[in-house]
């Protein structure tokens, strides 16, 4: 097993160092705690991080070299869903709970594994551990789908030495998001649908249909209606020029995934987006809800205020909201309090900054979090009950105005034909 190098206060208030030998970090700490001193240094003994420099440095040259089997090697490795990344941390929480050290928690997680990738996680996992790096360093390492927030959790998870705890907290976050995830989809299902099966009958009708349906009128040589030469138009450029028109949503597409890589253009479309009546509210209503659970959940597990900002910035999806964080680290840098930056970016509801406020002023800043988490939970699903109330109608207004144009198209030359006839 690994040594670890160690300062601690015990209880005298008198400072200590020694080694320890433990299967981990996190039981370094706990074997610290029983005998009544306080762990303010723990780092690995000078063999285990030799060893673990060295593996570092391997995988680093192995996953950043400038050939193309080197680049690729990282990104080749088999990754999880979010789900099931939730899954292997709630597997691995209950290990140790149990009471099994970090290395023998990983081995009993891996004898139950199935599949292929979730086996290779944890054979690669299990070899850094034994090397002597903690899971943080390993989980880095791999990549995804180990993100930031995870290896931040792992990491206030080692530090803390309450791993178990931690490691829960993090698969119930990973859980919900999950389960937001699900309920946008779900609610978007239907609309899209209804919105495909607008566009596919209304090319087919104003393709295929509508030509024959004026052919006789067109036999006679009479004027056409506006409406009907319009759609006629449309009819004859998509038979006749269907490959560029296809070529030209190619060419859109790429051009739109071009546009949108460049950082300015990203920020005026996401402020684009929150500025939208319906989905606007439910993007910031998911974004607030994301927000203050993943930051409740890291300064609950111990981690600095300003180490979570930087985790919690890049699950907000949104450039604008995630460029409001930055100024509100900024302002906490220089010592101020979250609640006054949080206000002053506009950007965030007045529930969210007087809960913050208030948990700051009263120490408890992480249950108020939590607490407030679940409250805008609430909010998210009610925004997409609206999103998927108020969605259909609109679409169908639009089925609507579409099927009336058409109509008046083929409509008005048959009445003009029937009165010339009855004149």
Known sequence: MPSFRYQAIDASGSSTTGVLVASDRASAIRQLQVRGE?????????????????????EVARTTGFSLPRIFARAGRPTLSRSDTANLIRELATALEAGLPLLQALRTVRRQADGEALPAILDYLIERVEAGQPLHNAA??????????????????????????????????LERSVELRR???GATVYPMIVAGLIVV??????TFVLPRIMEPILAN???LPIPTRILLGVADTIRTWWFLLLGAIIASVYGW??????????????????????VGRLLRDVAVARFTRTLGTLVSAGMPILSALRIVRDTLGNTVLMQAIDQVQDKVTTGQSLADPLERCGHFPALLVQIVNI???SGRLEPMLMHAASAFDRQVSNSIKLFTKSLPPVLLVVMACVAAFVLIAILLPLLEMQSAIGG
């Open 38 to 58: 306080t762990p303010v240094a723990i780092d690995l003994g000078e063999a285990e991080a030799a060893a673990a420099a060295a593996a570092t440095r391997q």
């Open 140 to 173: 880095r390492e791999y990549g995804p789908p180990f993100d930031d927030m995870i290896v931040g959790m792992m990491k206030a998870a080692d530090a803390s030495g309450r791993m178990a705890e931690i490691l829960h907290q993090l698969a119930d976050l």
């Open 183 to 185: 309920e946008l989809v």
């Open 257 to 278: 995934r071009t546009w949108i890589r460049n950082p300015d253009n990203r920020f005026q479309f996401d402020g684009w987006l929150l500025r939208l009546p319906l």
């Open 201 to 206: 009958s209304s090319t087919i009708l104003i």
């Open 221 to 223: 040589g009479r004027e």
């Open 359 to 361: 948990g700051e002023r």
